[in-house]
């Protein structure tokens, strides 16, 4: 099992998140994950995981080397509102990255602010382009089976089409509160969207975009969700670190509200299939990336703590192999102080180039 507060590498905040691209984060001082690193899996690719700063963190999975891509300022996922809930005091700074989808070799980045942002990966100063506000705030980024960018918007309830072709939103798709996160089943026929403050998936039939099925029950306070690659399942991350009732949300989120899940969701039976407790490993998870093989999972998750880790999962046991931390050791060494959501480091959606070296 893993230990809560693991040390290790990368990512910034605000403050520093406008100097100089490039700088390489050591993991000295890391402490060993709780699963020995021989059950690591041995993965290439490079992945790309969005955080509250202002930026991206990037890890070179095969090597564990981090880097980072700044985007822009740094946004607390709290302050403003969502749903029309206020859930922190803090006031919005104007940015943060929130999820990404990669379209090509460009990164389409959602921001706090309801901005989009691309960045070329292949020119050599990264520089992110702002495309302007597109929605409200967003949680997720998502590419469609159309290859267009699915950004989910957590204040408004809505779904925005964004298409990279032309750079403009192309539709926008109502479902429910505070949506999160969207996957497709086998054939596309449906669309599910998990909803945040409502704990739900809404199942949309994907010709009419109306909503066939709700799934109860995923959750208290729910994030982003994937389909594994054989659209047999929808995994979603759901950190329950709050409650929302009848006399408004109650932030809990060092201890959680409740259990901090992974919730899987049968796609063809449109139920409940098993709930993942991480509760023990403190890990409230956010996002998750599957292998093309389907035979792991990476998963974001926050401490609520000094750190954001990465989870390796196997998706068949649901054994946890490993982590990687990813923001404590760049703070340190750096001597920086977070001052945004509660003086936490938070990360929030993943997106892995497979294809990179």
């Known amino acids: 099992m893993m230990k809560k507060g693991l040390i290790a590498t990368m990512f910034m905040l605000a403050a520093v998140a406008l100097l100089a691209i490039g700088v390489v984060c050591s993991s000295a001082g890391e402490k060993k994950a709780a699963a020995s690193s021989d059950k690591m899996p041995k993965l290439k690719g490079i992945a790309y995981v969005a955080g509250h700063g202002g930026h991206l963190a990037v890890l070179n999975l095969a090597t564990g080397d981090l880097d980072r891509i700044v985007v822009g300022p740094a946004g607390g996922e709290l302050a403003g509102k969502i749903a029309g809930l206020s859930l922190s005091e803090e006031k919005e700074a104007g940015g943060g990255t929130h999820g990404q989808a990669l379209i090509g070799r460009t990164l389409y980045v959602g921001m706090l602010n309801g901005h989009v942002k691309k960045v070329d990966l292949d020119s050599k100063d990264k520089e992110a382009v702002d495309l302007g506000p597109i929605g409200k705030k967003f949680c997720g980024a998502v590419p469609g089976p159309d290859n267009k960018v699915y950004y989910e918007d957590m204040a408004d309830g809505n779904v925005y089409v964004f ?3 032309t750079d403009k939103l192309v539709d926008t798709i109502p479902v429910g509160m505070a949506v999160c996160g969207i996957g497709w089943d086998k054939g596309d026929k449906n669309a599910f969207v998990s909803d945040m403050v409502q704990g739900k998936v809404f199942v949309l039939d ?19 969700a994937r389909t594994n690659p054989s659209k047999t399942e929808l995994w979603v991350t759901a950190a329950n670190e709050f409650t929302v009732g009848a006399k408004g949300p109650e932030p809990n989120a060092v201890a959680g509200k409740g259990k901090a899940e992974l919730t899987i969701i049968d796609m063809k039976t449109q139920k409940i299939k098993e709930k993942i407790d991480l509760t023990e490993e403190g890990a409230f998870s956010h996002d998750l990336a599957f292998t093309p093989d389907g035979k792991y999972a990476l998963v974001t998750a926050r401490t609520y703590s000094d750190d954001s880790i990465l989870i390796y999962m196997d998706a068949k046991t649901h054994k946890i192999l490993g982590q990687k931390s990813l923001c404590l050791a760049c703070h340190e060494k750096m001597g920086i102080e977070v001052t945004i959501d509660n003086k936490s480091p938070l990360l929030c959606g993943i997106e892995v180039d497979w294809n990179a070296k």
């Open 163 to 165: 298409d990279p072709k």
């Open 206 to 224: 994907w010709k009419t975009k109306k909503i066939v099925n709700t799934i109860d029950g995923v959750g208290t306070f729910i994030h982003q």
